[in-house]
């Protein structure tokens, strides 16, 4: 576990490397992060090996990059 949501780091980060950019200015201001959350892991159970071995999946949609 993490001792704080390091978030606001990362959007921080990733708007400081959009603004080093070579992108157009139009593009960049419609890239920046916000209203993101951490990605969350689930998993899906391998129903043909023995024991309980699950499949992780990671759904990344609104993660901040």
Do not use: F, H, Y
């Not at 576990?1 to 139009?26: I, Q, R, Y």
């Not at 201001?29 to 209203?35: C, D, N, Q, T, V």
């Amino acid at each position: 576990m993490l001792a704080k949501d390091p978030k606001g780091t990362v959007e921080g980060k990733t708007s400081l490397l959009l603004k080093m950019s070579t992108l157009a200015e139009e593009v960049c201001k419609r890239l920046p992060p916000a209203g993101t959350r951490p990605p969350s892991l689930g998993g899906l159970p391998k129903i043909k090996k023995e024991g309980v071995i699950l499949r992780p999946i990671v759904s990344n949609t609104e993660a901040p990059t």
